[in-house]
C-alpha cells in the first residue's frame, strides 16, 4: 500500500513539473481603449516554429495565439514565422499564462479547374485568388491575366470588386501593378499588359508555385510566387512574393492584410501613370449606388496623389437595403508613407505609389509593401474605419517573459 502511495506521488510531481515546463507567460501591454479589437502579429522566441495554437488565459480574458507565416513582420522571406491573435477591444493587458490549445479552422479552401482558390469562413465566401490566366468572354484576348483577388464580398456576402468592367478592361479587383515598366531601358505596361493601345509588348504576371495554405480559428493565410515574364524574350526579369491573410470577422468588420514583395532579376524601373501617377496597389469595386469617399479628413471627391493614410468607399451594392464598404490602410513601413492616391467615384481606390516619380530595382535588389483592408458593413464613419486604422498601425505590444 505504502510502495504504491509513493508510485503515485512521483507521477504527481513528474505531471506538475511537466506542466510547469510546458507553461509560458506573456506580456501584453495596455493598449489604448479603442471600440474594435486589436488583430494583431507578434513573435515568441521557438514557441512560432512549433506550429502551434496557445490559450492565454490572466483568469478572466482569454483569446487564442495562433502560429502562422510571417506577413507584416518579417514578410519577404520564406519560413518565417509569428503569431496572430485577436484581442478583444476591452481587454485590460498584463500578465497572460499560455498553453498549449486544441482548436477548430473557422476557414476553409476550395480551387477550382479555372485556376482559381476561394476561401471560405465557415461557409460564406471570403475571397477568391486568381492563379491561373482567366479571360471574360466579352473581353480581348490581350486582356488575359493572373494575380489577383477577386471577388473579395463583403460580410453579407455581396461581391464589392469588379474583373473586366466595360470601361476599363484592365482593372481587375484587388491588383499590383504599374502603367509604366522598364526593363533594361525597354517600355513594358503590367497595367494594361499590352499598353493602352496595344501598341507594347506584352509583360505578364506567371504563377509559380504555393508556398503556403494554412488555416486556423484566428486566421487563414494564403503566400505564393509569381514572377514577371516578357512575351517578346521568354524572360524572367522580377520575382514576386504575394502573403495574403484574412483574419476572423469581428464585431465591426473583416480584415485581409497584403505583403507583396519584389526581387528583380534584371534592371527594372517603374512609375505611375504620366500626370495623374496611377499605379501600385488598386481595389476596381463593383456596380453600386450611392458611392461616397471617405478619408481622415472627410468626404473626399475624385483626386490624384493626395496624400493620405488610408481611403474609404462605401456604398449600396447588389441592391441591397444597406450600405457596406472597403477601406485601404497604408502600413507605415511603406516608402514614402504615406503615399498618394487614385479616387475615383465611378468605384476606384489605388495606392499611387511612387506617384510621377520612378523606383529603380538592380538585379538582386528587392522591395516590399503592406496594407490592410477593412471590409465593413455601413458607411466609414459606422464601419469604425479611423478606429480600425489605429489599431491596425499602433496594436498591442506582446512579449514573452
Given at each position: 500500500?505504502?510502495?504504491?502511495?509513493?508510485?503515485?506521488?512521483?507521477?504527481?510531481?513528474?505531471?506538475?513539473?511537466?506542466?510547469?515546463?510546458?507553461?509560458?507567460?506573456?506580456?501584453?501591454?495596455?493598449?489604448?481603449?479603442?471600440?474594435?479589437?486589436?488583430?494583431?502579429?507578434?513573435?515568441?522566441?521557438?514557441?512560432?516554429?512549433?506550429?502551434?495554437?496557445?490559450?492565454?488565459?490572466?483568469?478572466?480574458?482569454e483569446?487564442?495565439?495562433?502560429?502562422?507565416?510571417?506577413?507584416?513582420?518579417?514578410?519577404?522571406?520564406?519560413?518565417?514565422?509569428?503569431?496572430?491573435?485577436?484581442?478583444?477591444?476591452?481587454?485590460?493587458?498584463?500578465?497572460?499564462?499560455?498553453?498549449?490549445?486544441q482548436?477548430?479552422?473557422?476557414?476553409?479552401?476550395?480551387?477550382?479547374?479555372?485556376?482559381?482558390?476561394?476561401?471560405?469562413?465557415?461557409?460564406k465566401?471570403?475571397?477568391?485568388?486568381?492563379?491561373?490566366?482567366?479571360?471574360?468572354?466579352?473581353?480581348?484576348?490581350?486582356?488575359?491575366?493572373?494575380?489577383?483577388?477577386?471577388?473579395?464580398?463583403?460580410?453579407?456576402?455581396?461581391?464589392?470588386?469588379d474583373?473586366?468592367?466595360?470601361d476599363?478592361?484592365?482593372?481587375?479587383?484587388?491588383?499590383?501593378?504599374?502603367?509604366?515598366?522598364?526593363?533594361?531601358?525597354?517600355?513594358?505596361?503590367?497595367?494594361?499588359?499590352?499598353?493602352?493601345?496595344?501598341?507594347?509588348?506584352?509583360?505578364?504576371?506567371?504563377?509559380?508555385?504555393?508556398?503556403?495554405?494554412?488555416?486556423?480559428?484566428?486566421?487563414?493565410?494564403?503566400?505564393?510566387?509569381?514572377?514577371?515574364?516578357?512575351?517578346?524574350?521568354?524572360?524572367?526579369?522580377?520575382?514576386?512574393?504575394?502573403?495574403?491573410?484574412?483574419?476572423?470577422?469581428?464585431?465591426?468588420?473583416?480584415?485581409?492584410?497584403?505583403?507583396?514583395?519584389?526581387?528583380?532579376?534584371?534592371?527594372?524601373?517603374?512609375?505611375?501613370?504620366?500626370?495623374?501617377?496611377?499605379?501600385?496597389?488598386n481595389?476596381?469595386?463593383a456596380?453600386?449606388?450611392?458611392?461616397?469617399?471617405?478619408?481622415?479628413?472627410?468626404?473626399?471627391?475624385?483626386?490624384?496623389?493626395?496624400?493620405?493614410?488610408?481611403?474609404?468607399?462605401?456604398?449600396?451594392?447588389?441592391?441591397?437595403?444597406h450600405?457596406?464598404?472597403?477601406?485601404?490602410?497604408?502600413?507605415?513601413?511603406?516608402?514614402?508613407?504615406?503615399?498618394?492616391?487614385?479616387?475615383?467615384?465611378?468605384?476606384?481606390l489605388?495606392?499611387?505609389?511612387?506617384?510621377?516619380?520612378?523606383?529603380?530595382?538592380?538585379?538582386?535588389?528587392?522591395?516590399t509593401?503592406?496594407?490592410?483592408?477593412?471590409?465593413?458593413?455601413?458607411?466609414?464613419?459606422?464601419?469604425?474605419?479611423?478606429?480600425?486604422?489605429q489599431?491596425?498601425?499602433?496594436?498591442?505590444?506582446?512579449?514573452?517573459?
Amino acid at each position: 500500500m505504502l510502495k504504491h502511495f509513493f508510485y503515485m506521488f512521483f507521477i504527481l510531481i513528474a505531471a506538475l513539473a511537466c506542466t510547469q515546463k510546458e507553461s509560458k507567460t506573456i506580456s501584453v501591454l495596455k493598449p489604448e481603449k479603442s471600440p474594435v479589437d486589436a488583430l494583431v502579429e507578434f513573435s515568441i522566441p521557438d514557441a512560432s516554429k512549433e506550429n502551434k495554437s496557445y490559450s492565454a488565459s490572466n483568469g478572466s480574458e482569454e483569446f487564442i495565439l495562433q502560429a502562422a507565416p510571417a506577413l507584416l513582420n518579417g514578410a519577404g522571406s520564406e519560413g518565417n514565422r509569428n503569431f496572430c491573435a485577436i484581442l478583444p477591444a476591452g481587454i485590460t493587458g498584463g500578465k497572460y499564462a499560455i498553453r498549449p490549445a486544441q482548436t477548430e479552422p473557422v476557414f476553409t479552401f476550395k480551387e477550382n479547374e479555372q485556376g482559381q482558390l476561394e476561401v471560405f469562413e465557415q461557409n460564406k465566401p471570403v475571397l477568391t485568388y486568381n492563379f491561373g490566366m482567366q479571360l471574360a468572354n466579352d473581353a480581348p484576348e490581350r486582356y488575359r491575366r493572373s494575380g489577383y483577388i477577386h471577388p473579395v464580398y463583403d460580410l453579407q456576402g455581396n461581391s464589392l470588386t469588379d474583373d473586366f468592367p466595360e470601361d476599363h478592361y484592365h482593372h481587375r479587383g484587388i491588383s499590383w501593378v504599374w502603367p509604366k515598366v522598364f526593363v533594361e531601358g525597354k517600355r513594358y505596361d503590367l497595367w494594361h499588359i499590352y499598353g493602352m493601345q496595344a501598341e507594347l509588348p506584352g509583360i505578364h504576371q506567371v504563377f509559380e508555385k504555393w508556398l503556403t495554405k494554412e488555416t486556423g480559428a484566428v486566421c487563414t493565410i494564403l503566400q505564393l510566387k509569381n514572377f514577371w515574364e516578357l512575351e517578346d524574350s521568354g524572360e524572367k526579369v522580377m520575382d514576386e512574393w504575394v502573403s495574403i491573410r484574412v483574419f476572423r470577422t469581428t464585431e465591426f468588420g473583416r480584415a485581409i492584410d497584403i505583403s507583396l514583395t519584389w526581387k528583380a532579376l534584371a534592371s527594372i524601373e517603374f512609375e505611375g501613370q504620366t500626370k495623374k501617377g496611377y499605379g501600385g496597389l488598386n481595389f476596381r469595386f463593383a456596380p453600386r449606388e450611392q458611392t461616397t469617399l471617405f478619408s481622415q479628413e472627410g468626404n473626399e471627391p475624385d483626386s490624384d496623389l493626395k496624400n493620405l493614410p488610408w481611403a474609404d468607399l462605401s456604398a449600396v451594392f447588389n441592391n441591397s437595403d444597406h450600405f457596406s464598404g472597403a477601406a485601404v490602410f497604408q502600413h507605415k513601413d511603406n516608402p514614402d508613407f504615406p503615399a498618394g492616391w487614385c479616387l475615383r467615384h465611378y468605384g476606384f481606390l489605388g495606392i499611387a505609389w511612387p506617384g510621377v516619380n520612378r523606383v529603380s530595382l538592380n538585379p538582386g535588389e528587392s522591395i516590399t509593401l503592406k496594407a490592410r483592408i477593412w471590409i465593413h458593413e455601413g458607411n466609414a464613419t459606422e464601419g469604425m474605419c479611423e478606429e480600425a486604422y489605429q489599431a491596425f498601425q499602433n496594436p498591442p505590444q506582446i512579449t514573452l517573459d
